[in-house]
């Protein structure tokens, strides 16, 4: 047992941590108007380990709305049974016709934390519309992007599950029995990294605490073999192994990393050793993500707090150091319609939006205390750590993004368009009100003054700012 002073110092330092992050959350609620264009906060039943848009839209006319759809999960450590689901999101339509939501940050809902859409009659915003039952929780799920029906899901027995949405009830059976159309098979300890190949339909990855990466290929699938052992098993990682990609550009090319501070590069051809093996970091990496533009481009995120760029093609020199998070760095995803963008979700319940090709770009003084270049943009609105991020696909919404996190919270945010699309946004000055009001944008210069007076948090380095 520990001794009775331990507990109380603990609760103490507990109490003091819980008051610093309500207050960080009150900052950032105060900027929240000036910093998004779209903010949804949702509470969930149970924590998501894992969130993902799906590839449709709709937009119903005559409606200031679209609707999204996002593959969710549960993580009920047994109080509750748990399932895979699949959410509604509606977002305020963002277009020229008459039935378009207007941007009007006078409109901030203070006590729901959210903003844009108040003209969106849905509440909530996040409806779950699919609940499929699922043995333990769902690590983490993501749809096969040639048929996204197909959700695959890491779960903690060390299986990776495949499902096929349609034959499934929008209700979860009431047996309570998980029925997976597909079971992947090969892997005895649970894990995160799970990952599609984007080049050839139905060949996945699996990461695993057994050291392990697997390959399955799910083509092989009969009514008689729903049960399917790996292609390949990648043996080379010396710890658990926190995550796996696959090569956007090349089909056979893969990568992992883990807890052993290595990063490997693999090739389906030749299976036996990786061809490239790394220490990319001096602390576990817990993430890896190829670039979907520059196919020799890689990152990794790690418990050192910092995310590195590599050139595979001369991996031993590391290209740059992304620095700029207060805790181990759980995620890193790039975006899908900005070559140069990526963001990384930290366990400092941040999550950064980073630009490459800002890195090197001259800065004043002011600027520097902001933070480097390259660091876009903080989202600050999580009071506990991230557990998933991830882009929206559409080119209507490419700066849309959601993110998951440990207590609960679903959210959907979009960063204001003065940061990223900079000098091409242009102010309608009959927005503008001739007095200063709270939640109303104004002037460029009081704007720039309230952020500074808000402390900390009104700029980079801050709950939810920008550069």
């Known amino acids: 047992m520990r001794p009775i002073a331990q507990e109380e110092e603990d609760d103490l330092a507990a109490e003091e941590e819980n008051k610093l992050i309500n207050e960080e959350y009150k900052i950032w609620k105060k900027n929240a108007p000036y910093l998004y264009d779209v903010v949804i906060t949702h509470a969930l039943d149970w924590p998501s380990l894992t969130c993902q848009w799906f590839p449709d839209k709709e937009s119903p006319a005559n409606k200031p709305y679209t609707v999204h759809r996002l593959l969710l999960g549960t993580h009920t450590s047994g109080q509750a049974p748990d399932y895979l689901q699949i959410a509604n999101v509606y977002l305020p339509k963002r277009d020229d016709s008459p039935s378009s939501d207007k941007l009007d940050r006078g409109d901030y809902d203070d006590e729901r934390g959210e903003l844009g859409g108040h003209t969106v009659p849905i509440q909530p915003r996040v409806q779950i519309i699919q609940r499929i039952n699922h043995e333990g929780e769902v690590n983490r799920a993501r749809y096969m992007p040639q048929n996204p029906d197909l959700i695959a899901t890491k779960a903690v027995s060390g299986e990776v599950l495949v499902f096929d949405r349609t034959k499934h009830s929008s209700e979860p059976d009431r047996d309570?029995?998980?029925?997976?159309?597909?079971?992947?098979?090969?892997?005895?300890?649970?894990?995160?990294?799970l990952s599609w190949n984007p080049r050839k339909a139905g060949h996945i990855l699996g990461a695993s605490e057994d050291m392990t990466v697997c390959h399955w290929d799910i083509t092989s699938y009969t009514k008689a073999k729903t049960s399917i052992e790996p292609t390949t098993i990648f043996r080379g990682h010396t710890a658990c192994v926190g995550d796996v990609d696959w090569s956007q550009t090349q089909e056979n090319i893969l990568a992992s990393v883990g807890d052993d501070r290595m990063l490997m590069l693999w090739d389906t051809r030749s299976s036996t050793e990786p061809t490239q093996k790394i220490q990319a970091h001096d602390r576990e990496i817990f993430a890896v993500a190829f670039s979907p533009a520059v196919d020799h481009l890689i990152l990794t995120g790690s418990a050192d707090k910092t995310v590195a760029l590599h050139?595979?093609?001369?991996?031993?020199?590391?290209?740059?150091?992304f620095e700029g998070h207060e805790d181990e760095v759980l995620h890193v995803a790039w975006s899908p319609h900005s070559p140069t963008i990526f963001a990384s979700a930290s366990g400092d319940r941040r999550i950064n939006i980073w630009d490459v090709s800002q890195i090197g770009v001259e800065q004043t003084p002011d600027d520097q205390e902001d933070g480097p270049p390259e660091l876009m943009f903080v989202h600050g609105g999580h009071t506990a750590r991230p557990t998933d991020f991830c882009w929206a696909p559409g080119v209507d919404e490419q700066w849309t993004c959601s993110s998951t996190s440990e207590d609960n919270i679903v959210m959907i945010w979009q960063p204001t368009m003065r940061i990223w699309a900079g000098d091409e946004v242009k102010v309608d000055q009959t927005e503008l009100e001739p007095e200063p009001m709270q939640g109303i944008e104004v002037t460029q210069e009081v704007e720039e003054v309230q952020m500074n007076e808000a402390g900390p948090s009104g700029q980079k380095e801050g709950n939810g700012s920008a550069s």
């Open 311 to 321: 050139d595979i093609r001369s991996p031993h020199k590391r290209l740059h150091t």
């Open 176 to 193: 309570k029995v998980c029925k997976p159309n597909i079971r992947l098979i090969g892997q005895t300890k649970e894990g995160f990294g």
